[in-house]
């Protein structure tokens, strides 16, 4: 799978979120901060340079061809409005440039179904979400109400899509296949996740777990403003706090793990669908990598892919998709 400051860096940061490890992650006061992506984009909202095209006769996905599904990865670049679809060996399969306006998080599903939510530019109505079958390249749905910023992105077991909407701090949900919200959960966020039950878990100024169909939420009472956000089939969870991926078992709010990330300035977490493997995109200079931990038993990060392919945003297939 930054600038003046749309994620994870906001004015005004002040106390740091702490746990019984190492201090970790920046206290940043109110749900009203400014977006914590731990960027920088030109003005705010830099204007996106002109997207590339896509392959004449877009790709044709080896996931159509063999019962046994491999790895691909999706990685997406806010700038240049593309997602880059690599193999596991980081060879280009094809890419992804129709229907999308500086993408922001990325999510595939347990069909193999990629979605984008796609910010727009300057809170303009392009604010979207865009999803894309394996081997297509134009979206096979776009939802647009409800959308206001939209930064977080998941999709449960039953296809229910998940948007974190900063613009009004809101969480939206979609059925599967709906492009009309059935519930908006008025909470801000900036990162979800769900478990196996299709809990809905929420990184914003703390992390929240929300039954499905609630629009209220229980504290877990873990260290404060998180980052990226994975919750594993066993319902233990992973967050990102500053440079530090910290593992916490379920039901617990000490982390049994941390793992520092070294090489930059971390971003999306994405966890392979058979839970062997944790991926982080990294700021580390020019070009942005992936870097990747053996799960849970790993302690150290390496790179996966160095390639310019793409920025912050990232999402594997087959995806930590629970319920498949």
């Given amino acids: 799978m930054a600038i003046a400051i749309l994620g994870s860096l906001a004015a005004g940061c ?25 960027r920088s984009l030109a003005n705010g909202f830099g204007s996106p340079s002109a997207a590339t095209g896509a392959r004449p006769n877009g790709w044709v996905s080896p996931e159509r061809k063999r019962r046994h599904k491999p790895t691909l990865f ?6 240049t409005n593309t997602i880059t679809i690599l193999s596991s060996s980081g060879k280009q399969k094809g890419q992804i440039t129709s229907g999308l306006y500086n993408p922001e998080r990325l999510f595939v599903d347990k069909k193999g179904d990629v979605f984008a939510t796609n910010i727009g530019y300057n809170g303009s109505s392009k604010n979207s979400i865009t999803g894309y079958k394996p081997g297509q390249t134009t979206p096979f749905i ?7 910023r939209p930064t977080g992105l998941t999709v449960d077991g039953a296809g229910t899509v998940y948007c974190a909407n900063v613009g009004n701090n809101t969480i939206t949900v979609y059925p599967k296949g709906q492009t009309s919200p059935s519930l908006t959960i008025p909470y801000f966020a900036e990162y979800l996740a769900t478990d196996a039950q299709d809990n809905l878990y929420a990184a914003g100024t703390a992390v929240e777990k929300f039954p499905p169909g609630s629009t209220t939420g229980t504290d877990l009472g873990l260290p404060a403003y998180p980052g990226a956000i994975e919750v594993d089939r066993s319902g233990n969870i992973i967050v990102l706090y500053g440079a530090q991926i910290e593992y916490f078992p379920a039901g617990t709010t000490t982390p049994s793990k941390e793992i520092p990330v070294t090489a930059g ?5 994405s966890l392979s669908g058979n839970e062997k493997t944790l991926y982080v995109s990294v700021e580390a200079g020019t070009p942005f990598v992936v870097q990747s931990v053996a799960y849970p038993s790993g302690s150290t990060l390496s790179n996966k892919f160095t390639s310019n392919a793409g920025d912050w945003p990232i999402a594997v297939s087959p995806d930590n998709a629970l319920g498949g």
């Fill in 265 to 269: 300035s971390p971003f999306a977490l």
């Fill in 74 to 79: 999706y990685w997406g670049n806010f700038d």
């Fill in 14 to 38: 002040s106390a740091a979120g702490t746990s019984n490890g190492p201090a970790i992650g920046t206290a940043q006061p109110g749900a009203q901060r400014t977006l914590n992506d731990n």
């Fill in 142 to 148: 776009t939802i647009t109400n409800g959308v206001n």
